[in-house]
């Protein structure tokens, strides 16, 4: 039966000119894997903790040479990829997530610009950015790289593929049945990444220039930096691939986590765990860590794996509804390819390496004074003796960017604030204070504003 489906779902691709044979082929190979339905449960009685070889605690790594020069040459190994395939829309923006104002009047892509610069000035090195988009994001982000053409640091830009909705009545593609515009496509998740590399031509153009590593982020994690003893570590132990991990807060129990499994380091994501166990995946006590989506991997084993067709990661089936038809998109992540690298690892990395701005209320934190802005490199203020972030929730009210900067005539002091939850049309006045734990509710229809200077403690 299957053959079949695939049989049709192939005449049907080649009469779709939009996309690229790789892409077409690609496709077809996710979606016969999805038909065999290849995926295998996990055992759950075999899962062990990773020891701390596998996954690598931080402190111990050692210090990343001293010498300017040593350090030059271990950067020009590097290249940085940011993953720039979303939209804003979540946040009520148009156009690509990463050109979000963030702090100071500087967006995503600007931080990302000016830490690459200083390093390559610092150290006289080359560290080039990519940009991977989707079709999406592709046309503005083309036209927000030109503002840094000045800059010392090289920009490429290239697109992840582009797959067609399939339609789960019959497996047929959306855009053969007439859905021409941009909705009858999606982009297949970052675990596209490698394949996208290769194809785009970028994959082998670095690999002539000598860069041996490439640090994958998302563009929304404003602590995915550069971190020299991280390459360090990878470059002098031959690890092809590193995923940093950070603790987790009951804010994470969804985030997938690093497991030993037959011998392989792997990733478990919720979607893999069988009913009877979520609940103790979720629980910190035995999975302690979850993946950032920080990433480090070698160049030459991504080349080799992906001309291998060996990268089979597990499927993300993503069911959407376009104009009342049900359809699917088969996605895949970049994490879950860690069990297809040799010597691969994670490293146990502080929770500073992980702040991702998701929401307005993430917003509100990078803003206020918990942060400062030093060489594009937002840095936690030390005043505040809490190591975690309060937990902010706001109401519909402040979903929207403009609308959430419109609430506020600055953003307060949240230094000593432990938790702040808002309902209703509430209207910050300047200079503000909040501490501990402060809730704020304005009555259904009324608006309230909070003056000028008010210190809210406990209220």
């Not at 996990?42 to 070889?53: A, C, F, G, L």
């Not at 200079?431 to 309230?448: C, D, E, Q, R």
Request: neutral net charge; glycine residues 6%.
């Amino acid at each position: 039966m299957a053959d079949v489906k695939i049989a049709k779902l192939q005449t049907a691709l080649a009469a779709l000119d939009q996309i690229s044979e790789n892409e077409k082929s690609g496709f077809v190979s996710l979606v016969s894997r999805h038909l065999s339905g290849e995926a295998e449960q996990i055992e759950w009685s075999k899962i062990q903790t990773p020891t701390d070889e596998v996954v690598v605690p931080y402190d111990t790594l050692a210090s990343p040479p001293e010498d300017i020069e040593a350090t030059k040459t271990l950067l020009n190994k590097l290249a940085v990829l940011k993953l720039n395939g979303g939209l804003g829309t979540t946040m009520g923006c148009t156009g690509p997530k990463s050109v979000i104002e963030v702090r100071n009047g500087f967006t995503f892509l600007d931080l990302i610009v000016i830490q690459i610069e200083s390093l390559n000035k610092k150290y006289g090195c080359d560290v080039p950015l990519l940009l991977m988009n989707s079709f999406n994001t592709h046309d503005d982000t083309l036209k927000i790289v030109e503002k840094y053409a000045n800059s010392n640091i090289k920009i490429h830009t290239f697109n992840q593929s582009q797959y067609p909705r399939l339609v789960v009545e019959d497996f047929m593609p959306l855009p053969s049945k007439g859905q021409s515009g941009k909705d009858g496509w999606y982009p297949p998740g970052h675990g596209d990444v490698f394949p996208s590399l290769m194809n785009s031509g970028k994959l082998d153009a670095l690999l002539s220039q000598g860069k041996e590593y490439i640090f994958v982020a998302n563009s929304d994690n404003l602590g995915a930096i550069v971190d020299l003893k991280i390459l360090n570590h990878l470059i002098h132990n031959h690890n092809e691939y590193c995923m940093e991990v950070t603790p987790k807060t009951l804010a994470d129990v969804k985030g997938g986590t690093l497991i030993s499994y037959k011998g392989r380091v792997q990733l478990l994501e919720i979607a893999q765990v069988p009913d009877a166990h979520v609940s103790e995946f979720k629980s910190i006590e035995k999975f302690k860590i979850f993946n950032t989506n920080n990433l480090w991997v070698s160049l030459k084993a991504i080349k080799r794996l992906v001309e291998a067709n060996a990268l089979k990661m597990e499927i993300i089936p993503n069911p959407k509804e376009v104009d009342g038809m049900k359809v699917l998109q088969l996605e895949t992540a970049a994490g879950a390819a860690i069990r297809f690298f040799d010597h691969a690892i994670g490293i146990n990395v502080p929770r500073s390496r992980f702040l991702p701005v998701k929401a307005t209320s993430d917003l509100l934190l990078v803003q206020s004074d918990l942060y400062t802005l030093v060489d594009g490199f937002v840095i936690r203020n030390k005043a505040r003796t809490n190591l975690a972030n309060p937990s902010i929730e706001l109401g519909p009210e402040f979903k929207k960017v403009a609308s959430f900067l419109g609430h506020f005539k600055s953003i307060p002091s949240i230094v000593e604030l432990d938790s702040l939850k808002v309902s209703g049309d509430v209207w910050f006045g300047a200079g503000i204070v909040l501490k501990g734990n402060v809730s704020i509710t304005a009555k259904s229809g009324a608006k309230l504003e909070i003056p000028d200077g008010a210190v809210l403690e406990n209220k």
